[in-house]
């Protein structure tokens, strides 16, 4: 299977799960960006061809290898090296990648930038968890390195605890092998915050509701999952999976419930004047990161802590149909200046 190549220059989106594009691709649409999409799940490429003319967007995912494309991180490794090397504009390339899929990378990164971070332990293979465990106070989290959708996030109230799920097996194991121990973090208020940047600028930033404890907080409407008020959005599933007679009867008890509040508002109050945000969208330049959203959580002993790069950000409905700013909309009007800027297109040629 080849990727698709448009007659013309156009913005390609290197993806992996089409569930999370439609949202995007309307915006394309309206701005009347050409565009493909290559699924890099599949598919070869000569690496004595030229690329096609374009701008090249990667929204590669951390999550990937949990909807059966376990290989997508190094098929868009090779890719991305590909186009890079033949000149091609690459929006978050392949080092942003390497951020993309490492924990370890993003905490380093940020540390070695001067922010405060989650004190974690990473812990290789079997290791020595257990011991490591230890060198934190109670209660503490794990989570995976290569992560996304809130993989293998648990809190443990007692070190005891810990040992026992880990006998038991039901510590999940990493799919890059590397298990992460984490201070929990006290918020001062049942939330945290989620900036998202374009172009290294802040369009807004989200407040999501954490009041149920769920660690699962992918803002993507195909991430949303029925559920009751207060219940942060559960793993992704695909719109329209159900099927039959079962799915009507279940569509038509959710249309007589009563609509839970989004868990995903506006806050207003965090601008791109902010000192975090400022300093985040410095981090953000410096290391060639054009799109992301970034998650933090301000602590009750009053810590600013970014603990989360999200560099194939997805953009939650609720949000933008709020009348405020549109991450899709600034995302096709950024796309379609770099495709101008790199082939001097007109608007009419666009």
């Known amino acids: 299977m080849a990727f698709e190549i448009a007659d013309g220059p156009a913005v390609y989106i290197l993806h992996?799960?089409?569930?999370?594009?439609?949202?995007?691709?309307?915006?394309?649409?309206?701005?009347?960006?050409?565009?493909?999409?290559?699924?890099?799940?599949?598919?070869?490429?000569?690496?004595?061809?030229?690329?096609?003319?374009?701008?090249?967007?990667?929204?590669?995912?951390?999550?990937?290898?949990?909807?059966?494309?376990?290989?997508?991180?190094e098929y868009?490794?090779?890719?991305?090296?590909?186009?890079?090397?033949?000149?091609?504009t690459v929006v978050n390339g392949s080092e942003v990648l390497e951020l993309e899929v490492s924990k370890v990378a993003q905490y380093t990164a940020l540390r070695q930038a001067g922010f405060d971070v989650?004190?974690?332990?990473?812990?290789?293979?079997?290791?020595?968890?257990?011991?490591?465990?230890?060198?934190?106070?109670?209660?503490?989290?794990?989570?995976?390195?290569?992560?996304?959708?809130?993989?293998?996030?648990?809190?443990?109230?007692?070190?005891?605890?810990?040992?026992?799920?880990?006998?038991?097996?039901?510590?999940?194991?990493p799919a890059d092998g590397v298990l992460l121990l984490q201070e929990y973090l006290f918020a001062a208020a049942p939330f945290i915050t989620r900036a998202e940047f374009v172009g290294g600028d802040l369009v807004y930033a989200v407040r999501v509701d954490t009041s149920a404890g769920s660690f699962e907080l992918c803002p993507a409407e195909a991430c949303v999952v029925p559920a009751v008020q207060g219940f942060a959005a559960a793993a992704c599933e695909v719109p329209g999976a159900e099927a039959g007679a079962d799915a009507g009867a279940r569509a038509d008890a959710d249309a007589d419930a009563p609509t839970a509040p989004s868990l995903f508002t506006r806050r207003n109050e965090i601008t791109a004047e902010h000192p975090l945000i400022q300093l985040l969208a410095t981090f953000l330049r410096a290391h060639g990161v054009d799109v992301a959203?970034?998650?933090?959580?301000?602590?009750?002993?009053?810590?600013?802590?970014?603990?989360?790069?999200?560099?194939?950000?997805?953009?939650?409905?609720?949000?933008?149909?709020?009348?405020?700013?549109?991450?899709?909309?600034?995302?096709?009007?950024?796309?379609?200046?770099?495709?101008?800027?790199?082939?001097?297109?007109?608007g009419a040629q666009r």
């Open 16 to 73: 992996e799960n089409p569930d999370w594009i439609p949202p995007l691709a309307a915006a394309l649409e309206t701005a009347g960006v050409p565009y493909r999409e290559w699924l890099v799940t599949g598919g070869s490429i000569d690496l004595n061809a030229e690329p096609p003319e374009g701008v090249f967007w990667s929204r590669l995912s951390a999550s990937a290898h949990t909807r059966g494309n376990a290989h997508a991180k």
């Open 76 to 88: 868009a490794r090779a890719v991305l090296r590909w186009l890079e090397a033949a000149g091609r």
């Open 118 to 173: 989650p004190r974690t332990v990473a812990v290789f293979g079997d290791g020595d968890a257990v011991a490591r465990a230890r060198e934190l106070p109670a209660p503490f989290i794990t989570k995976h390195n290569q992560g996304g959708k809130g993989l293998g996030v648990a809190r443990f109230d007692s070190h005891e605890e810990f040992d026992l799920a880990l006998a038991e097996g039901r510590v999940e194991e």
């Open 293 to 346: 959203g970034v998650e933090f959580i301000e602590t009750v002993d009053g810590r600013l802590v970014p603990y989360d790069i999200n560099t194939n950000t997805n953009y939650n409905p609720d949000v933008e149909r709020d009348g405020g700013p549109s991450g899709a909309a600034r995302m096709a009007e950024f796309l379609a200046a770099r495709l101008a800027d790199s082939y001097a297109l007109t």
